[in-house]
C-alpha cells in the first residue's frame, strides 16, 4: 500500500530564482498526473495534493472540487474491489475516501472510514502511519498519537521511520507536548543529515529539481519533503519557546534545499521585517492570509512602495495602497489579480476590506457588541449577511479555559462551535490577538455571544 496523504505538496527548481508562484509548478504537474493516470492510486492522490495546493493559496472552492472528485474516485474503487474481493486494494480506497472526507470536513463520515481501514492495520506501520494522518485531519490528536506511536514501534527501514517519527511529531505539537515534538524532529534532522543517507544525497546533488508530493513516489522525494517539514516544524517550535535567533537559522536552512519555500520566507520576512524579505515572500505565495495580515502591519510603519509586476509585487501594492487610503488604486489592482486568479479567497477577502481601515468590512462590524445585538434579534440585512460572510476580523481576545471555547473579544462573549487547540504555546486569562469570523450568535454561560469561526491565535 503507497502512502497516503501525509505531507504538502512540494515541487521546485532547486537553485530557480523566479517570480512565478512557487506552487504554479506542482499544480501543473499535478493536473498533467491526474489526466493521464492509469491507476486509481496515482489518480487520486494527484486530486487530493492538487486541493491541499490550492489550499495553500486560499482557493476555497477549486480545493473542495479536487477533494470531492478524489472522494468520489475513492467510492467508486471502494464498491469496485468490495464486490471483487480484492481486500488490499479496498482498504486503501477506504483509507483514501476518509482523508478526503477529513479534507471535506465531513468528521463523522472520514472517522467511519477510517476506523474500518485500521481494523486490517495489524502490524503494518505504513497503515497506522496513514491512519495517523486522518486522525490528525480530524484534529483527533490522541488517537493520531496512539497511532503514531505504532507506526514508529513497527517501523523497520529508515527513511520510513523518519516519516513515521515526523508525523508523531506533528500529533504531539497538536496536543500540547512541544518538548517531546521538538525532541523528536531534532532527531529526526540529525538522522536525515547523517551517513546513513549519503546515497539519497548524491541521488538529490545530480538532480536539477526535485519533486516531492503527498503520496511518497520515491527516496528522493520521500527525503526532500521529510527534511523541509521537519525543519519548518523545528524552527516554529524554537521560536514559540523563544528562541528566536535558533528559529531563524533553521529556517535558512530550508533554504538552502528550496530556495522558493513559502513557509520559510513567509516566516523570515516577518521576524526581519524587512521590505526585500517580504518581496521574496509574496512571490512565492501571494494569497497566504497571514503572510497579508503581517504585511499589513509592516507597512503601517516602514511606508514602502512596491514596482514590479509579479502576482507577488502586485498584491504588496494593493495592500501598500489601502494603507494610504488610495482605495480606486487598490481596487483596480486587486481586480487585475481577480482577472487571473477568478477563484481566490485572499483576493476577495481584501476588496471586501477597501475603505474599511483594515479589519471592518461595514461599519456594523465597527461596534462587536452592536453586531451581537443585531444578530441576536434577527436584524441582519441581506447586504449586513454577505458582508459577515466574507469578513476576517482581529481583536484582543481572553479564553475562559484551556481547550480555547470560549471567552470575550473587544470585550464582548463568544464561543466557538467546538473546543480548539492552537499551535503554540498560548494561556487562558491573558490577552492574545484572534483572528476569526463571526457566523452568527448563541448562548455562552446564560448569556448572548458571538458564534466565531477561528482563524488563528497571536500573542
Known amino acids: 500500500m503507497k502512502r497516503l496523504v501525509l505531507l504538502l505538496a512540494l515541487a521546485s527548481p532547486l537553485f530557480a530564482q523566479q517570480t512565478r508562484i512557487a506552487s504554479d509548478f506542482e499544480i501543473r504537474e499535478m493536473q498533467a498526473q491526474a489526466a493521464h493516470a492509469k491507476d486509481f492510486s496515482s489518480q487520486v492522490s494527484a486530486h487530493l495534493n492538487l486541493g491541499d495546493l490550492r ?11 479536487e477533494y470531492t472528485t478524489a472522494l468520489n474516485a475513492a467510492e467508486r474503487e471502494r464498491k469496485s474491489t468490495r464486490e471483487n474481493g480484492q481486500i488490499d486494494n479496498y482498504v486503501t480506497a477506504t483509507m483514501f475516501a476518509g482523508l478526503a472526507e477529513a479534507k471535506l470536513g465531513h468528521k463523522e463520515r472520514a472517522f467511519e472510514l477510517l476506523e474500518e481501514g485500521v481494523r486490517y492495520a495489524g502490524d503494518d506501520p505504513q497503515m497506522w502511519n496513514d491512519y495517523a494522518s486522518g486522525m490528525g485531519a480530524l484534529h483527533l490528536s490522541r488517537k493520531a498519537i496512539s497511532a503514531a506511536r505504532n507506526a514508529v514501534a513497527l517501523e523497520k527501514l529508515p527513511l520510513d521511520l523518519a516519516l ?7 500529533s504531539l505539537d497538536d496536543a500540547g507536548e512541544w518538548a517531546e515534538a521538538t525532541q523528536l524532529l531534532e532527531t529526526v534532522v540529525a538522522s536525515l543529515r547523517s551517513s546513513k543517507f549519503d546515497a539519497v544525497r548524491r541521488q538529490v546533488a545530480r538532480s536539477e529539481s526535485f519533486e516531492n508530493y503527498s ?28 528562541d528566536v535567533a535558533r528559529a531563524r537559522q533553521v529556517y535558512q536552512d530550508v533554504l538552502k534545499t528550496r530556495t522558493d519555500d ?11 521585517n524587512s521590505a526585500e524579505a517580504y518581496g521574496e515572500a509574496f512571490d512565492a505565495n501571494p494569497f497566504s492570509i497571514e503572510l497579508i495580515r ?50 481566490n479567497d485572499a483576493i476577495r477577502t481584501l476588496l471586501n476590506e477597501i ?24 436584524q441582519l440585512t441581506p447586504e449586513q449577511r454577505a458582508q ?34 492552537f499551535k503554540g504555546m498560548f494561556a487562558a486569562k491573558t490577552q492574545l490577538r484572534l483572528t476569526f469570523r463571526i457566523l452568527g450568535a448563541t448562548e455562552s454561560n446564560g448569556a448572548s455571544a458571538l458564534l466565531l469561526e477561528p482563524v488563528r491565535v497571536d500573542k
Open 55 to 65: 489550499t495553500t493559496r486560499n482557493e476555497t472552492s477549486l480545493a473542495i472540487d
Open 164 to 170: 513515521d517519527q515526523y508525523s508523531l511529531a506533528i
Open 215 to 242: 503520496t511518497v513516489r520515491s527516496d528522493v522525494n520521500a527525503y526532500l519533503t521529510i527534511l523541509i517539514r521537519s525543519q519548518q516544524q523545528l524552527a516554529n517550535l524554537y521560536e514559540r519557546r523563544g
Open 262 to 272: 513559502p513557509i520559510a520566507l513567509a516566516e523570515l520576512a516577518r521576524l526581519s
Open 294 to 343: 503581517d504585511y499589513q502591519e509592516f507597512v503601517q510603519k516602514a511606508k514602502p512602495r512596491t514596482e514590479g509586476t509579479s502576482s507577488g509585487a502586485q498584491m504588496r501594492r494593493a495592500i501598500e495602497e489601502m494603507s494610504r487610503g488610495e482605495d480606486v488604486a487598490a481596487r483596480k489592482t486587486l481586480e487585475g489579480l481577480q482577472a487571473k486568479f477568478t477563484n
Open 355 to 378: 475603505g474599511s481601515q483594515g479589519a471592518s468590512a461595514s461599519s456594523f462590524l465597527k461596534d462587536l457588541r452592536a453586531t451581537l445585538a443585531i444578530l441576536a434579534h434577527e
Open 388 to 421: 459577515l460572510d466574507r469578513t476576517i476580523l482581529t481583536g484582543t481576545a481572553i479564553f475562559d479555559a484551556l481547550p480555547f471555547e470560549s471567552g470575550t473579544v473587544e470585550g464582548v462573549p463568544f464561543r466557538f462551535s467546538e473546543p480548539t487547540t
